[in-house]
T-cell receptor, first 113, second 114 residues
Framework: AQSVTQLDSQVPVFEEAPVELRCNYS??????LFWYVQYPNQGLQLLLK??????LVKGINGFEAEFNKSQTSFHLRKPSVHISDTAEYFC???????????FGAGTRLFVKA | EPEVTQTPSHQVTQMGQEVILRCVPI?????FYWYRQILGQKVEFLVS????????KSEIFDDQFSVERPDGSNFTLKIRSTKLEDSAMYFC????????????FGEGSRLTVL
């Protein structure tokens, strides 16, 4: 079975600073990887996805992530954050051909002025 | 832009009562899911549904839970006899014609069991 570990439960950062949210996964087969964002009292929204091809994927709101198969990681980055990026971020994984997307515990990004 | 819609947004019920949560997935999607999120905790997989049958379910999805797609548009989650620990936000999600695991979520239904 697959699993996801988000290494930081909370990440405080100043506005316009860069940020990296870390995600590691475990699976015995090939996977698809995702990052979702959840704003307060809302559902989850897809930020970006890795299915195949280039290991550097770009998503909405200026976020990007890099798939590293050897390190089984899929870290999320943004070069300059805004106050509006304050939210909960979830890394997720599904085994290719599977029917169960598993979510990490989430990382709360708090952007300070 | 097409979206997943869920009703009710909030339901309060007494322990032991039956609850039905409703979802209208995106119209051309073929894969349907329910997840739940207990306040402040992680998003937990409950069940996936494809071709009118359950594809996979978690240990949480016991005999008290059932899902149905009664009319080709709605997708429902029924909890037969609610327990206090069922209090959570329940999210419906759907996925397109190819199973990549990319999920489109609704806004959620908050269930409070008293």
């Amino acid at each position: 079975a697959q699993s996801v570990t988000q290494l930081d439960s909370q990440v405080p950062v100043f506005e316009e600073a860069p940020v990296e949210l870390r995600c590691n996964y475990s699976s015995s087969v090939s996977v698809y990887l995702f990052w979702y964002v959840q704003y307060p009292n809302q559902g989850l929204q897809l930020l970006l996805k890795y299915l195949s091809g280039s290991t550097l994927v770009k998503g909405i709101n200026g976020f990007e992530a890099e798939f590293n198969k050897s390190q089984t990681s899929f870290h999320l980055r943004k070069p300059s954050v805004h106050i509006s990026d304050t939210a909960e971020y979830f890394c997720a994984v599904i085994n290719t051909g599977g029917f169960k997307t598993i979510f990490g515990a989430g990382t709360r990004l708090f952007v300070k002025a | 832009e097409p979206e997943v819609t869920q009703t009710p947004s909030h339901q309060v019920t007494q322990m032991g009562q039956e609850v039905i949560l409703r979802c209208v997935p995106i119209s051309n999607h073929l894969y349907f899911y329910w997840y739940r999120q207990i306040l402040g905790q992680k998003v937990e997989f409950l069940v996936s549904f494809y071709n009118n049958e359950i594809s996979e379910k978690s240990e949480i999805f016991d005999d008290q839970f059932s899902v149905e797609r009664p009319d080709g548009s709605n997708f429902t989650l029924k909890i037969r006899s609610t327990k206090l620990e069922d209090s959570a936000m329940y999210f419906c999600a759907s996925s397109g014609m190819i199973n990549t695991g990319e999920l489109f979520f609704g806004e959620g239904s908050r269930l409070t069991v008293l």
